[in-house]
Each structure stands twice: as structure tokens, then as C-alpha cells.
């Protein structure tokens, strides 16, 4: 028996919840779903589990090793309308199974968007 059902959300930590809410709503096309006093949830596409942006201390120099992935059927689209822009964003890679980005908001959050068949 797991104790588990599911992942109830994924959170990064933010310096202004409401700004960027408002970044992952235009470069990521993100639909907001519910308004906190420090945080924002946002929806990603039709998956059940959502992005919780919550607001605080953010620290350059901290390491991030979590980081969500979303995925993509369209990456060449995805990484020209994250030029255009202005973020920062890698060149595609591909390890022979999977294809693949990193982009960062404006507080320096890793995300990444991935294609697989």
C-alpha cells in the first residue's frame, strides 16, 4: 500500500509572486488558477499537476537541483519564441532519445522542456 496518491504540485520559490506569474503566463502560454497572498498557482496545459510559484528570499548562489520539466511537441517553435523574447534559454539538445531545453525566469529558476516519442 503506498501512503502516496500523487504529486500535488511543484514549487519554486519567486522574489514577486504576482510578476512572475504574469512571466509564466506570457513566455509559457501558463493559465493562473489561484491567487494566494504570497504565492500563485498556475496551470500547465491540460496535466493535473500544477506550478506554485511562492514568494521569498531568492539566492543567486544557492544551487538548484530540483527543477521542473514540461514537455513540448514543438521545441524548434519553443526555443524561437524564447529568443525572440529575450530569454535566456540553451540550444536544443538531443541524447538520441530525448530532445531537450533549459530556460530561466527572471529570478534565475531553472525549467526545462523536453520532446519525447
Known amino acids: 500500500m503506498s ?3 500523487r ?3 511543484v514549487c519554486l520559490t519567486v522574489s514577486n ?11 509559457l502560454g501558463l493559465t ?4 494566494g497572498d504570497d504565492y500563485r498557482i498556475l496551470r500547465i496545459g491540460n496535466s493535473g499537476v500544477p506550478l ?3 514568494e521569498g ?19 524548434a517553435e519553443m526555443y ?6 529575450n530569454v535566456k534559454v540553451s540550444e536544443i539538445q ?10 530561466y525566469d527572471p529570478d534565475g529558476n531553472r525549467v526545462q522542456v523536453c520532446y519525447w516519442e
Open 3 to 5: 501512503l502516496l496518491k
Open 7 to 9: 504529486i500535488d504540485t
Open 17 to 27: 509572486a504576482e510578476k512572475a506569474s504574469n512571466w509564466y503566463q506570457e513566455v
Open 32 to 35: 493562473e488558477s489561484f491567487i
Open 52 to 54: 506554485t510559484l511562492e
Open 57 to 75: 528570499a531568492v539566492n543567486s548562489s544557492q544551487i538548484q537541483t530540483a527543477y521542473p520539466i514540461f514537455y513540448s511537441d514543438n521545441m
Open 80 to 85: 524561437t519564441i524564447l529568443k525572440e523574447q
Open 94 to 103: 538531443n541524447d538520441g532519445v530525448n530532445k531537450f531545453l533549459d530556460l
